[in-house]
């Protein structure tokens, strides 16, 4: 799906399937491996959001995606979803005091990664 080091402009969403996630420096290629191998990383599977990040700022992903099963993603583009919100001042303040908590629990974290960033809940 990608490999770290790669320009980020999209959110995804594990629609079906399986992926693994790793940010180890090696690159799993599997016409390079065996490919009955499992590929190393955290397991990743329906339901779970990845490169958040690239929906706030400018991002390159910090490890490597790749299907461990036949999966569906969807990819939501961080330019038309700027674009769009800015038709709805509503949800785009709302959008705005998300990105600031969104990057706050991001710093917090200290560690940069494609997973999902847990925000605490606002006051």
Same mark, same amino acid.
């Given at each position: 799906v990608f490999d770290k080091g790669d320009a980020c402009s999209s959110m995804y969403f594990v629609r079906s399937g399986k992926l693994k996630y790793s940010q180890d420096n090696g690159i799993w290629n599997p016409d390079a491996n065996d490919p009955d191998s499992d590929p190393p990383g955290d397991l990743v599977s329906k339901g779970a959001v990845i490169s958040e990040a690239a929906l706030w700022l400018e991002w390159v992903n910090c490890g490597q995606l790749v299907?461990?099963?036949?999966?569906? $993603? $969807?990819?939501?583009?961080?330019?038309?979803?700027?674009?769009?919100?800015?038709?709805?001042?509503k949800a785009q303040a709302k959008a705005v005091l998300y990105a600031r908590r969104f990057l706050e629990a991001f710093k917090e974290r200290g560690l940069l990664t494609d997973l999902p960033t847990v925000l605490k809940p606002s006051a």
């Amino acid at each position: 799906v990608f490999d770290k080091g790669d320009a980020c402009s999209s959110m995804y969403f594990v629609r079906s399937g399986k992926l693994k996630y790793s940010q180890d420096n090696g690159i799993w290629n599997p016409d390079a491996n065996d490919p009955d191998s499992d590929p190393p990383g955290d397991l990743v599977s329906k339901g779970a959001v990845i490169s958040e990040a690239a929906l706030w700022l400018e991002w390159v992903n910090c490890g490597q995606l790749v299907a461990a099963s036949g999966c569906s $993603l $969807l990819a939501l583009d961080a330019h038309r979803f700027s674009e769009v919100l800015l038709g709805y001042s509503k949800a785009q303040a709302k959008a705005v005091l998300y990105a600031r908590r969104f990057l706050e629990a991001f710093k917090e974290r200290g560690l940069l990664t494609d997973l999902p960033t847990v925000l605490k809940p606002s006051a």
